[in-house]
């Protein structure tokens, strides 16, 4: 792509939400545009990965309910602790898709009572925009489009999806395999070094590419550093690949 990229100061200067003011400034500091998608299924190795690559992220993406002995107390009040410890933020990716009521009880109920603590939670658009209005107190990473083959966010569910997204006061971003308005930020799933894929439907692309030609502003990685024998030097490696990816992406 030709055109040049917003920068994260940019970025930082035309956005008043207070979240993605800390996700700016936290990239900023940290020289770090990486979310480290934590998808284990246990508390232990929840907050292990969250110590071993705490230093190196912005945030920390959960799938809260795929933890088999969660317990607020035991869960959530440490994961707190390393998060401020480490500066980064939460990002609960429950992938909200249903009607307001029903979104506003998910996200407050249950075991999970994901308001509690998550800074910043992803949720489908499908619900429409009076579906978002529960998330007032976080901000919300709209999923525009999915990284998975096959799936059914066509250019056309993209375009309405974007116009709830741009138009929603507490939509930050969006989760995308496309270039979004760059008024709003771009998380991008689907990033792995090593594979192409994972024989599951999931496909992957490598930092330098989300970074050149979607101009995304964070990229977030499960397996590439969870999987890996040695989480934080993966952690590592993502943060600097990404990072060069991000400073290249900002000359023409
Ligand atoms: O389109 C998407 C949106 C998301 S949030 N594709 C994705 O893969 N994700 C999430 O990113 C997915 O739920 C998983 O938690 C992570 C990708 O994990 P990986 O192991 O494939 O890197």
Not at 193 to 210: C, I, R
Request: net charge negative.
């Amino acid at each position: 792509e030709e055109e040049t990229r917003v920068s994260y100061e940019q970025k930082l200067n035309n956005t008043q939400h207070s979240v993605s003011r800390k996700l700016l400034e936290t990239a900023l500091s940290k020289k770090s545009n990486l979310i480290a998608s934590a998808d284990v299924t246990t508390t232990q190795e929840l907050l292990a990965l969250a110590e071993k690559v705490g230093p190196h992220i912005i945030a920390l993406k959960t799938h809260i309910d795929i933890i088999s002995d969660f317990e607020y107390e035991k869960t959530i009040i440490p994961l707190k602790e390393i998060a401020a410890r480490h500066q980064f933020l939460l990002m609960e990716d429950r992938k909200f898709a249903d009607i307001g009521n029903t979104q506003e009880l998910q996200f407050t109920s249950g075991v999970f009572k994901i308001t509690d603590w998550a800074d910043f939670v992803t949720s489908q658009v499908i619900g429409g925009f009076e579906s978002l209005d529960c998330f007032k107190n976080v901000g919300v990473v709209a999923i525009v489009g999915m990284s998975s083959k096959g799936a059914l966010t066509t250019a056309s569910y993209r375009e309405e999806a974007l116009k709830v997204a741009l138009s929603h006061p507490n939509v930050i971003g969006g989760v995308s395999q496309n270039k979004i308005p760059e008024d709003l930020l771009l998380f991008t799933p689907g990033v792995n070094l090593a594979d192409s894929g994972d024989g599951k439907g999931q496909q992957y692309n490598t930092p330098e590419h989300v970074f050149k030609t979607l101009h995304t502003d964070f990229i977030i990685v499960g397996r590439g550093i969870y999987k890996s024998d040695d989480p934080e030097a993966s952690a590592i490696t993502y943060k600097t690949e990404g990072w060069n990816a991000y400073i290249n992406s900002l000359i023409k």
